[in-house]
């Protein structure tokens, strides 16, 4: 009881605003600069997972900096040892000298950090609350886009002029190539530019061009963090030039000088890319500006950093939370009395609420998807859910508290926290719809975006099951909330007014997640397959680097033999579910570095959510190419003759049909592919009437019977015994 009494006794001094809000800010600053010591805990991963993590590791600090104020304020290290300094025990000095505890206890902590046993303690609070944010090696998904998706040309006339130059002197012209064209030249060219254009400059007292006055220091602290990995890179590229001078400088090179200057430019490559992602990610928080600083440099950045849930998608999911609860009130009957002001508090508290389930459902959906990728029913992360929701409950107890002092401060008032200890108590039940939040956009964003569904369906089942979660919270809290509360907001049917509320923001916040998230997990789906090589057992490991050879199982074909088929294509076959018409769509084929074959992309489809992608099998020896389509069991096969102009390329397509809605029916058609050379041609579902629709029929009707056929089942035509059927037929789809 004693120890309850001061206690209750000690709380007064909580209501001094003043020591305890510069007390708070003092160590957040002091938190950013231990969590992200070394530097590499923000150069290697995201804003927005930086950030969570930060929360984890401030709030620790938070919970002992309260412990040390109490111990300041009342324990053997407090004021009522240091009041002996005055003459004794002194009332009035304890009274003047108390308010200042939580500045002590702020000091002791960060003086506290310098003796050995407490930067191990600290280490190890750094170490889980980085394993507890599940922050990922960014700069080495980075490094993967960047070595292997992203096209590179010097921007800079001056580097593109010494890269020429060095090539020029040292190997030769026929070394030099800028046009990335997948050649053994262009991929040097490549290399070498990468390294004068970041490790290169720093190894010789060159001119950086890269950074400029603000970013220089970033850089100079990338480059000591990866001075290892640079004087790694120094060594590979003298390796480089001379196997590029034994390769150039012979006629016709034998295949082991070509394994060993690809084996070069990888070495040369891979690092240089890796210290230039850190380097990026150091520079700039948000991926848009990750993009401008990349595309400054020279490299074709519009396929990177498109993987994850970032800071843009965060903060317009918040701002448009914030207009949208903000618009709902202003025009609520019984809102209408209440100042501008207290509308846009209200907003922006239920905002940044909101704002903070997103980030902590979208954490855990992002980690469970990659951690159960494959798998048809995991298991629902409940454990990982619950404890985000329950810090998302926290962080909106402290703004709900908070955001209610920040004017009168801004005013040079003084703020009332009694009010709004009391204000918050009786508004307290709106903490569930975050809690909510949480959990339901977690599960949604686990089970809805790996499903081969179309974006449209995905964000409708997400906006109306984040809907109903919402609709069920707003029950919740309406039936908890006092009726004089609501009654400051609403004229009439308050109940009413507030699950139908939260029910229309729940529904359009899950569409904006949920369309985001798809994205980016569709984009991190199909960066991860390209990055996947070959089987080991299918292809050397020194062809496989080259990128040039494929593996036996696609046809061990040459990039160099297959150069003349990449291009556009229109691709026309009879639709399945329509009678009469014929559907043509384009199909893109182009050569993948990472799965080192050739594949092609499907797009303009009238049917956009059935639009396929796959690799190319070109077996040898034979008059046939195959398209596969490999996705979750479902195979879709296409077998047309070789892609030669000015002939078009003829074939049959596999696949399966669902005239019936869920009854999946196998199904053979003809299809023909044409390379597109001048313009394109009417794409879309043709009917008769169309111009093209004539020119499709014929060129369909032509498959048969030199292209293919379909081998119908014998006939019993009388008698007992049956013979077998007259000369086969294609079966067409008609």
Same mark, same amino acid.
């Given at each position: 009881?004693?120890?309850?009494?001061?206690?209750?006794?000690?709380?007064?001094?909580?209501?001094?605003?003043?020591?305890?809000?510069?007390?708070?800010?003092?160590?957040?600053?002091?938190?950013?600069?231990?969590?992200?010591?070394?530097?590499?805990?923000?150069?290697?991963?995201?804003?927005?997972?930086?950030?969570?993590?930060?929360?984890?590791?401030?709030?620790?600090?938070?919970?002992?900096?309260?412990?040390?104020?109490?111990?300041?304020?009342?324990?053997?290290?407090?004021?009522?040892?240091?009041?002996?300094?005055?003459?004794?025990?002194?009332?009035?000095?304890?009274?003047?000298?108390?308010?200042?505890?939580?500045?002590?206890?702020?000091?002791?902590?960060?003086?506290?950090?310098?003796?050995?046993?407490?930067?191990?303690?600290?280490?190890?609070?750094?170490?889980?609350?980085?394993?507890?944010?599940?922050?990922?090696?960014?700069?080495?998904?980075?490094?993967?886009?960047?070595?292997?998706?992203?096209?590179?040309?010097?921007?800079?006339?001056?580097?593109?002029?010494?890269?020429?130059?060095? +090539?020029?002197?040292?190997?030769?012209?026929?070394?030099?190539?800028?046009?990335?064209?997948?050649?053994?030249?262009?991929?040097?060219?490549?290399?070498?530019?990468?390294?004068?254009?970041?490790?290169?400059?720093?190894?010789?007292?060159?001119?950086?061009?890269?950074?400029?006055?603000?970013?220089?220091?970033?850089?100079?602290?990338?480059?000591?963090?990866?001075?290892?990995?640079?004087?790694?890179?120094?060594?590979?590229?003298?390796?480089?030039?001379?196997?590029?001078?034994?390769?150039?400088?012979?006629?016709?090179?034998?295949?082991?000088?070509?394994?060993?200057?690809?084996?070069?430019? +990888?070495?040369?490559?891979?690092?240089?890319?890796?210290?230039?992602?850190?380097?990026?990610?150091?520079?700039?928080?948000?991926?848009?500006?990750?993009?401008?600083?990349?595309?400054?440099?020279?490299?074709?950045?519009?396929?990177?950093?498109?993987?994850?849930?970032?800071?843009?998608?965060?903060?317009?999911?918040?701002?448009?939370?914030?207009?949208?609860?903000?618009?709902?009130?202003?025009?609520?009957?019984?809102?209408?009395?209440?100042?501008?002001?207290?509308?846009?508090?209200?907003?922006?508290?239920?905002?940044?609420?909101?704002?903070?389930?997103?980030?902590?459902?979208?954490?855990?959906?992002?980690?469970?998807?990659?951690?159960?990728?494959?798998?048809?029913?995991?298991?629902?992360?409940?454990?990982?859910?619950?404890?985000?929701?329950?810090?998302?409950?926290?962080?909106?107890?402290?703004?709900?508290?908070?955001?209610?002092?920040?004017?009168?401060?801004?005013?040079?008032?003084?703020?009332?926290?009694?009010?709004?200890?009391?204000?918050?108590?009786?508004?307290?039940?709106?903490?569930?719809?975050?809690?909510?939040?949480?959990?339901?956009?977690?599960?949604?964003?686990?089970?809805?975006?790996?499903?081969?569904?179309?974006?449209?369906?995905?964000?409708?089942?997400?906006?109306?099951?984040?809907?109903?979660?919402?609709?069920?919270?707003?029950?919740?809290?309406?039936?908890?909330?006092?009726?004089?509360?609501?009654?400051?907001?609403?004229?009439?049917?308050?109940?009413?007014?507030?699950?139908?509320?939260?029910?229309?923001?729940?529904?359009?916040?899950?569409?904006?997640?949920?369309?985001?998230?798809?994205?980016?997990?569709?984009?991190?789906?199909?960066?991860?397959?390209?990055?996947?090589?070959?089987?080991?057992?299918?292809?050397?490991?020194?062809?496989?680097?080259?990128?040039?050879?494929?593996?036996?199982?696609?046809?061990?074909?040459?990039?160099?033999?297959?150069?003349?088929?990449?291009?556009?294509?229109?691709?026309?076959?009879?639709?399945?579910?329509?009678?009469?018409?014929?559907?043509?769509?384009?199909?893109?084929?182009?050569?993948?570095?990472?799965?080192?074959?050739?594949?092609?992309?499907?797009?303009?489809?009238?049917?956009?959510?059935?639009?396929?992608?796959?690799?190319?099998?070109?077996?040898?020896?034979?008059?046939?190419?195959?398209?596969?389509?490999?996705?979750?069991?479902?195979?879709?096969?296409?077998?047309?003759?070789?892609?030669?102009?000015?002939?078009?390329?003829?074939?049959?397509?596999?696949?399966?049909?669902?005239?019936?809605?869920?009854?999946?029916?196998?199904?053979?058609?003809?299809?023909?592919?044409?390379?597109?050379?001048?313009?394109?041609?009417?794409?879309?579902?043709?009917?008769?009437?169309?111009?093209?629709?004539?020119?499709?029929?014929?060129?369909?009707?032509?498959?048969?019977?030199?292209?293919?056929?379909?081998?119908?089942?014998?006939?019993?035509?009388?008698?007992?015994?049956?013979?077998?059927?007259?000369?086969?037929?294609?079966?067409?789809?008609?």
């Amino acid at each position: 009881m004693h120890a309850l009494a001061q206690t209750i006794d000690f709380f007064p001094y909580l209501v001094q605003p003043a020591e305890w809000i510069v007390s708070a800010l003092m160590l957040i600053v002091v938190a950013c600069e231990r969590f992200n010591t070394p530097p590499t805990n923000r150069s290697s991963t995201t804003f927005a997972l930086f950030s969570f993590g930060l929360i984890f590791y401030y709030a620790l600090i938070v919970a002992l900096w309260l412990v040390v104020t109490i111990a300041v304020r009342q324990g053997a290290i407090g004021f009522d040892k240091s009041v002996l300094w005055f003459g004794g025990p002194n009332p009035k000095v304890r009274a003047e000298i108390a308010p200042y505890a939580p500045l002590v206890a702020a000091l002791v902590i960060v003086v506290a950090a310098h003796f050995p046993w407490v930067q191990q303690v600290d280490n190890l609070a750094r170490a889980f609350c980085i394993n507890l944010a599940a922050i990922p090696r960014e700069a080495d998904r980075l490094t993967l886009e960047l070595a292997q998706a992203a096209d590179f040309k010097p921007k800079s006339e001056k580097l593109r002029g010494y890269v020429e130059k060095i +090539i020029t002197e040292q190997i030769g012209p026929q070394a030099l190539r800028f046009e990335s064209d997948g050649s053994l030249a262009a991929r040097f060219t490549r290399a070498v530019g990468l390294y004068w254009l970041f490790v290169g400059p720093n190894r010789n007292g060159m001119k950086i061009e890269v950074a400029n006055a603000s970013t220089l220091s970033a850089y100079a602290r990338v480059m000591q963090l990866g001075a290892e990995t640079a004087a790694r890179v120094d060594a590979h590229y003298q390796e480089l030039m001379q196997a590029a001078l034994a390769y150039f400088s012979m006629p016709h090179s034998s295949k082991e000088l070509e394994e060993e200057l690809n084996r070069s430019i +990888i070495n040369v490559s891979q690092p240089t890319c890796g210290l230039i992602a850190r380097y990026v990610l150091c520079c700039n928080a948000t991926k848009s500006k990750r993009r401008q600083r990349l595309a400054r440099m020279g490299f074709d950045a519009s396929r990177t950093m498109v993987i994850r849930f970032g800071l843009d998608q965060w903060v317009a999911t918040m701002l448009a939370v914030i207009v949208l609860s903000a618009g709902m009130m202003a025009f609520t009957p019984g809102m209408l009395a209440q100042p501008a002001g207290k509308i846009l508090t209200i907003a922006i508290t239920f905002g940044l609420s909101i704002g903070f389930a997103v980030m902590g459902a979208v954490v855990v959906a992002q980690r469970f998807v990659e951690r159960h990728e494959g798998e048809t029913s995991p298991y629902p992360p409940v454990a990982e859910l619950t404890a985000a929701a329950l810090i998302v409950a926290g962080l909106s107890v402290a703004l709900r508290i908070g955001i209610p002092l920040i004017p009168p401060l801004l005013l040079g008032d003084s703020p009332n926290l009694p009010e709004a200890l009391i204000q918050f108590r009786e508004r307290l039940p709106g903490v569930i719809i975050p809690f909510a939040c949480t959990i339901s956009l977690g599960l949604l964003c686990i089970y809805l975006s790996p499903r081969p569904w179309s974006h449209v369906r995905v964000v409708v089942f997400g906006a109306l099951g984040n809907g109903l979660a919402f609709m069920a919270a707003g029950l919740l809290v309406a039936w908890l909330l006092d009726e004089r509360v609501m009654g400051q907001f609403y004229a009439d049917h308050m109940r009413l007014r507030v699950v139908l509320m939260t029910s229309l923001i729940g529904i359009a916040i899950g569409a904006m997640v949920l369309w985001a998230f798809k994205r980016s997990e569709r984009a991190r789906h199909d960066i991860v397959e390209q990055a996947t090589l070959p089987p080991a057992d299918s292809l050397d490991p020194v062809v496989a680097s080259t990128s040039d050879v494929a593996a036996q199982n696609y046809g061990g074909y040459s990039r160099a033999s297959v150069t003349g088929l990449e291009g556009c294509y229109v691709c026309f076959r009879p639709a399945f579910t329509r009678p009469g018409v014929i559907t043509a769509y384009l199909v893109d084929l182009r050569w993948d570095e990472a799965a080192s074959c050739l594949t092609f992309e499907e797009s303009g489809r009238a049917d956009a959510g059935h639009t396929q992608q796959g690799r190319v099998y070109i077996p040898d020896g034979r008059p046939f190419i195959s398209f596969v389509t490999v996705e979750r069991g479902a195979l879709r096969l296409v077998t047309v003759s070789r892609l030669e102009l000015p002939q078009s390329a003829r074939g049959l397509m596999m696949t399966l049909s669902n005239p019936g809605g869920m009854h999946f029916t196998p199904v053979s058609a003809p299809v023909v592919f044409k390379r597109i050379v001048d313009k394109v041609p009417q794409l879309g579902f043709i009917d008769p009437e169309a111009s093209d629709y004539e020119s499709y029929r014929q060129e369909l009707e032509a498959v048969a019977p030199d292209f293919g056929f379909f081998a119908t089942a014998p006939r019993r035509v009388s008698g007992t015994e049956a013979r077998p059927a007259g000369e086969p037929r294609l079966s067409l789809v008609s």
